[in-house]
């Protein structure tokens, strides 16, 4: 384990497996949108989630049920919640698309502050170029239009960035123990979302469509366990200045496999824009190593 958790290249083959789940979990998310209610879906996601996981991980230890309650409470109530109630508040999707990219500086500068993970000038130049690829890539000329949504998107990408830091203190439950527990917690928030947003649960039982029902089954396995879990994962263990950054290329990819499986159009300025952000990225990661973390120092 220690040599694997060391060898930067697998690191980097395990950063770029969560990066191809979470892209294809977009277009998914399309399907599943085009039958289920957004807050339903994501009860029965998490439902299901913790269904699946629970009976295969540890209890946490009695010691961390009130960390996994914040963690629960950033990622449910804190990310999920402000983001959509973000995208009910403009119609500018691709500024809230950039906004929420904002929760990778975010966990760079929050593992600098607790972890005294510096991510050094390369890092920071890498991620600043990043960065900017991806607010030219979507910038739309109303991004600033609607300033309650964009300050509610940055409290939802703050609320992303401090989910890392949080993960990163859960020290005796496993990578795939935290999905399961933090779903389970999670769901009862979802539910009460669901009812606020006026949503109908029972909807879910008159939908018919195989591709909406398949890709539903993506989120979750593909998703939430595959995905997140390997991601809890190398948060525990790495440099977070060194693997949040890859995030940025999520909607690069996200962008590429619309145009594959939904037709979206391809265009010159996303290619060269998307060169950018990877030059970025890639000095990241050639940055100067961070030493991986030990059991005992999370």
Not at 62 to 68: A, G, N, P, T
Not at 95 to 124: E, M, N, T
Not at 228 to 245: C, D, M, N, T
Request: with cysteine; charged share 10%.
């Amino acid at each position: 384990m220690n040599t694997l958790v060391d060898n930067r290249f697998f690191i980097l083959f395990c950063i770029l497996i969560v990066v191809v789940l979470w892209s294809m979990n977009f277009v998914f998310i399309k399907f599943v949108l085009n039958e289920f209610d957004v807050f339903t879906a994501l009860f029965f996601r998490m439902s299901l989630v913790a269904i699946l996981l629970i009976p295969f991980v540890k209890k946490p230890h009695k010691s961390e049920y009130v960390i996994l309650g914040l963690t629960t409470l950033v990622l449910v109530p804190g990310h999920y919640g402000l983001l959509f109630l973000s995208l009910m508040e403009t119609t500018s999707v691709g500024s809230i698309s950039v906004v929420i990219q904002l929760s990778i500086p975010f966990s760079v500068l929050l593992a600098w502050i607790f972890y005294k993970d510096y991510p050094g000038f390369l890092r920071i130049t890498g991620l600043a170029i990043a960065f900017a690829g991806i607010v030219i890539l979507f910038y739309e000329p109303s991004m600033f239009d609607n300033l309650t949504a964009l300050s509610i998107a940055t409290l939802s990408a703050l609320c992303l960035g401090l989910y890392s830091i949080l993960v990163k203190k859960i020290k005796k439950l496993s990578s795939l123990g935290i999905i399961a527990y933090t779903s389970l917690l999670g769901a009862p928030c979802l539910y009460l979302l669901t009812i606020l947003n006026g949503e109908d649960i029972t909807s879910v039982f008159g939908i018919e469509s195989q591709l909406a029902w398949a890709s539903f089954l993506y989120t979750v396995v593909g998703g939430s366990i595959l995905g997140h879990g390997l991601w809890a994962w190398l948060v525990k263990y790495q440099s977070i200045s060194l693997i949040s950054p890859f995030l940025l290329l999520v909607p690069i990819l996200a962008v590429a496999l619309s145009a594959i499986f939904l037709n979206e159009v391809i265009t010159f300025e996303f290619l060269l824009t998307s060169g950018i952000i990877i030059f970025g990225i890639s000095l990241v990661f050639m940055a100067k190593r961070t030493p991986s973390l030990s059991k005992e120092d999370i």
